[in-house]
């Protein structure tokens, strides 16, 4: 199934690229390439789920959804990652409407040899966010359709999310992720070949955030992190020295408009490079409310919708065109 948004009547606006077909929660998207064309994963909550549970439980029991596409900005649909004896494998057709475990924002590389996903889970559907364990495990894939199961790396908490994962120019990989344990602010883990990790500490603290993304773009490299009133900016010439741009309260993509009108700030996202420029592809509420425990006879609010913008860095600074 092909995604125009421009031919959606209940559509916030052309700029919309994507949409889920299945639950209309298309969130945390990943996009990559290869031989095949355009890949992007995302986590697939479940907005118009006719009963998924209470309270937040609509934000879990999610699977990770795939849609493919040939230039990046029109997409289909290809189905989901679902669990088997091995790991993941993409099947056609939407998820099962009952689950057993959550998958969110998964983080996808390739390592010179094969693909790498860094997958956040939690068992179970939680219905808070309180008192449930996060993990962040790593698969492996040659196809990006079949995925084995390698385990979970090892990192600070037992309350961690949303991994980005990139090689640094001193040669070593680094994994920054969320530490809700600590405030919710981004840590670093280390390793020298993707085996073994080594914690390494906060990378950006300061105002709790989520979902970081490492790039380089420009000669510079850059460390946006998810505010939930737009995303910050951090700059680095090593990657593991981070200044904020634009001081304590600067992000970009944080105009937001009046709910339908499809401009709302700009979430949890990833960067693919197209040489001295780059799409930013993020998600958004287009019809955001506030409130994640709304009347569960109205689910528009939950809804969401993968957009996408240009970055350039115009004298030293990252800017997000949309």
């Not at 639950?23 to 355009?38: F, I, K, L, S």
């Not at 510079?220 to 910050?232: I, K, Q, S, V």
């Not at 709302?264 to 990833?270: D, M, V």
Request: aromatic share 10%; with cysteine.
């Amino acid at each position: 199934m092909t995604v125009d948004a421009s031919l959606d009547p209940d559509a916030a606006a052309p700029r919309e690229i994507y949409r889920d077909p299945v639950y209309d929660g298309a969130t945390d998207p990943t996009v990559v390439r290869d031989a095949d064309g355009w890949w992007m994963f995302y986590t697939q909550r479940r907005a118009t789920h006719p009963h998924p549970g209470d309270g937040v439980a609509w934000v879990h029991g999610s699977r990770i959804g795939v849609a493919r596409s040939e230039d990046g900005l029109r997409w289909s649909y290809a189905g989901t990652l679902e669990p088997d004896a091995a790991g993941l494998r993409l099947a056609d057709g939407p998820p099962p409407a009952a689950v057993g475990e959550t998958h969110w924002a998964p983080e996808i590389i390739h390592d010179g040899t094969r693909w790498r996903m860094y997958l956040t889970e939690i068992d179970g559907v939680p219905t808070q966010w309180e008192g449930h364990a996060r993990r962040i495990v790593e698969y492996l894939s040659n196809d990006l359709r079949t995925w084995s199961r390698r385990g979970v790396i090892p990192l600070a908490s037992d309350r961690v999310i949303d991994a980005a994962v990139a090689r640094c120019p001193d040669g070593l990989w680094r994994l920054w992720y969320k530490d809700e344990a600590a405030d919710s602010t981004t840590a670093v883990a280390v390793s020298d070949d993707l085996d073994s990790w080594r914690l390494d500490g906060t990378a950006v603290g300061g105002r709790p955030h989520e979902g970081p993304f490492v790039f380089a773009l420009d000669g510079t490299w850059f460390l946006l992190t998810d505010e939930w009133r737009g995303m910050a900016v951090h700059q680095s010439a090593d990657a593991v020295a981070w200044e904020r741009q634009g001081g304590a309260d600067a992000v970009i993509l944080g105009e937001s408009g009046a709910p339908r009108d499809g401009i709302q700030i700009g979430r949890h996202g990833s960067v693919v490079l197209l040489g001295d420029e780059a799409r930013l592809y993020f998600f958004t509420h287009p019809w955001w409310d506030g409130s994640e425990l709304a009347d569960t006879d109205e689910r528009s609010h939950r809804r969401s919708a993968v957009h996408v913008a240009r970055l350039r860095v115009v004298d030293g600074e990252l800017v997000a065109e949309r």
